[in-house]
């Protein structure tokens, strides 16, 4: 029996091409996830470094106005009050040396001096 390759369905390819089609749809997959992903890349980086320089330009300018040249030296001056709420303590901090200092006890200010809680027992009393 004679067989005439005009007599083969159109339709009907052989195993070895058909591996060959199969090998080359998936290279043609990774080659285009491959692009894909360096066009990903590089826009994430041109985003990154877009961000990075609007950030400075933004918040530069605004961090170096926060404190004047004259100001950034002076030491910050904390005040805590005593248990008994009569005295405070003044504490100072300074920025330039980080210096940390423990000045004086003296009456709080704007604190008149109050009125001691009688310590006995009193009828009526408050």
């Known amino acids: ?9 159109a339709n009907r390819i052989g195993a ?34 877009a961000f990075l320089v ?3 330009v933004v918040i530069g300018p ?8 004259g100001e950034a030296s002076r030491p910050a001056e904390i ?9 405070c303590r003044h504490l100072s901090f300074d920025n ?3 210096e940390f200092t423990a000045d004086k006890v003296e009456p709080c200010p704007g604190n008149p001096t109050r009125k001691r809680a009688p310590t006995g027992f009193a009828w009526g009393g408050r």
């Open 79 to 87: 005040v805590l009050a005593l248990p008994d709420r009569t005295f």
């Open 96 to 98: 330039a040396t980080a």
């Open 1 to 9: 029996m004679k067989t005439d390759p005009q007599f083969f369905p």
């Open 62 to 69: 605004s961090a170096r106005s926060v404190a004047p040249a």
């Open 16 to 49: 070895r091409a058909l591996r060959r089609t199969a090998q080359a749809l998936r290279r043609e997959r990774r080659a285009t996830l491959t692009r894909l992903s360096v066009a990903f890349s590089l826009f994430v980086a041109l985003l990154a470094s």
């Open 54 to 56: 609007g950030s400075k």
